[in-house]
């Protein structure tokens, strides 16, 4: 049976199976409260119940004190809903709003989708989750000095499970380490979340997301974000790589157009970038309506902000994060 859990001051609506964690259905509906170790020890996912009636099915270490309790306070991770419910919460939607966590995490998973570009898994420790908002970056420290910030390639929605792309650089001292030495199970710091550019709140605009090569490991995370999230907007998606290269995540991203409506997915292969610019604007009758996210390399991204503007879409409305290897 499923419940209906309304979270204030937002107003925001989620909706809940019996037996599972609040906090789990409030991930998988994109929604992004305050969550840590997810098995009820280190208290961050505390909710206030102004509403409704709940069951606990989970055991917690975390000691709520008398006066929290009898305030209706309550974890979580650790309780499912019994009826349909009102809480009160405070929902993360601006990176700022997030702190900086540092966790010690290990190399899941290694994938090398051709010669020069890889992906790469990484897994928290038990308990520990990484809590960040689709399109922002980690900072990724193998120690020795090496270390690079990437975009997240993964969901919010799963914090102990994180995903990160690659290009090789030869000249690169950091890639060359991972694409070289890095081995399933090699520990890997991570200081997460920084940077990175995150949806506007509240915008019905429809979506233009842009990627140049490894530029798609942000839109992965936005698009399963903007799923997850339910966007009734129309979302397009024009994945440029180089005629020598191939689009790594084809397969992800035709499914993903033929399973959603309002999505659409046009792959994009040429051999400059004012050719794909160029292809990219041929598809659109009118920008003017649009939002646009661009994931590109520095030296790309004005001439592709140019392109829009003078097509007709608004500057304010085009978010852009140079991509780098
Ligand atoms: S997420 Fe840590 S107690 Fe719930």
Redesign the pocket.
Known sequence: MAYQVEIIPSGTHFETEEKESL?HAALRAGLNVD????????????VRVLNGELSRIRH?D?ILGDAEKSAGDI????HSARSDLKLEASLATDGSDIPIQEITTRIRRLEHVDDNTLRLYLRTPR?K?LRFIAGQHAVLNLGNNLQRELPIASCPCDGLNLEFHLHRDSSDAFTNAIFEHAKKSMSIHISAPCNGITLVENDPSPILFIAWGIGFAPVQSLIENCLSLAFQQEMVFHWVVHEHEKHYADGYCRSTSDAIDNFHYNPVQTTTATEAIEEILNWHDNVEPWRSYIFAPPAIIDSVIDALSEKGLAKEKIQSDPIVA
């Open positions: 906090l969550h840590g170790c997810t098995n009820g020890a280190c208290g961050h996912c505390k917690h975390f974890l979580m991770c650790c308990g989750t």
